[in-house]
């Protein structure tokens, strides 16, 4: 099965930038679509960002705009452009399938947006 791990998180001020990375272990397009999630304390994980192995993206409404999902197949790769973060985007991101079964979830990686 493949494996996805997610990196790039860090504390940031309103209105910075960040790029998440999640790394397939294997071929990305095994995966049925790849989805950003977030969860912040005490809240539901929430779907953030999608991109279909069609190439369909979706968006969070309080993201569109904001964020922007990429796909690099030559690595294995799906990024997560985030600017003009806000405190609001404060969780821990994972990635994982959108379609189908979840794979395992990994650890994730922190974003905190404070000043």
């Known amino acids: 099965q493949v494996q996805l791990a997610e990196s790039g998180g860090g504390l940031v001020r309103p209105g910075e930038s960040l790029r998440l990375s999640c790394a397939a272990s294997?071929?990305?397009?095994?995966?049925?679509?790849v989805g950003w999630y977030r969860q912040a304390p005490g809240k539901a994980r929430e779907l953030v960002a999608s991109i279909a192995n069609n190439g369909n993206i979706k968006y969070l409404d309080s993201v569109q705009g904001r964020f922007t999902i990429v796909r690099d197949s030559s690595k294995n790769t799906v990024y997560l452009q985030m600017n003009s973060l806000k405190s609001e985007d404060t969780a821990v991101y994972y990635c994982n399938s959108v379609g189908g079964s979840f794979l395992n979830w990994g650890q994730g990686t922190q974003v905190t947006v404070s000043s």
């Open positions: 294997g071929n990305i397009f095994s995966i049925d679509g």
